[in-house]
């Protein structure tokens, strides 16, 4: 399914221009036109899905094998020390484009990429709650 408004659905299907780093029958990988740092990639899927939420079983495994094939390629060709794979779910959690995808944010050596939380503590009140609802 395509989505006539979203533009990630145009991007993938190549009616709007991308620095498309690879392409197959399922998936666009592209440069992010604001990247966190050099080499910032988002793997789009073809068909429309709003996020993890809803992507079909079989696309969501793919997906992870591709970021795996590019991030190894793009390690080498970059020269990073790192990378970082994000993928946000709702506008809480800092999604932007409601449209699947992918971040790869390679990390190099004492770049101020802002990735992180501050940690709390796991107390056995929320741990045990948790456990109970999750059964
Ligand atoms: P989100 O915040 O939804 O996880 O990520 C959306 C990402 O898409 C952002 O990093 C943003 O820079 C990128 N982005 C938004 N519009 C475009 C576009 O038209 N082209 C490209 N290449 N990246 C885009
Ligand atoms: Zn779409």
Redesign the pocket.
């Known amino acids: 399914m395509k989505d006539k408004d979203c ?1 990630f659905c145009k ?1 993938a299907a190549g009616e ?1 221009p ?2 498309t780093l690879y392409e197959d029958d399922d998936f666009r990988v ?5 990247p966190a740092s050099k080499g910032h990639a ?1 793997i789009i899927p073809k068909e429309h899905y709003r996020n993890l939420y809803d992507i079909d079983d079989e696309v969501a495994a793919k997906a992870i094998v591709l970021a795996k094939k590019m991030v190894n390629k793009m390690k080498d060709v970059l020269g990073c020390d790192g990378y970082n794979i994000v993928q ?1 779910n709702e506008e809480t959690a ?4 409601f449209h699947f ?1 992918m ?1 790869m944010i390679p990390r190099y050596k004492g770049d101020n990429v802002g990735l992180g939380w501050h940690t709390g503590e796991l107390t056995d009140e929320v741990k045990n709650e948790i456990l109970e609802k999750m059964k």
């Open positions: 533009i991007i709007i991308s620095a592209i440069l992010d036109l604001g988002l946000n800092g999604q932007t484009v995808h971040h």
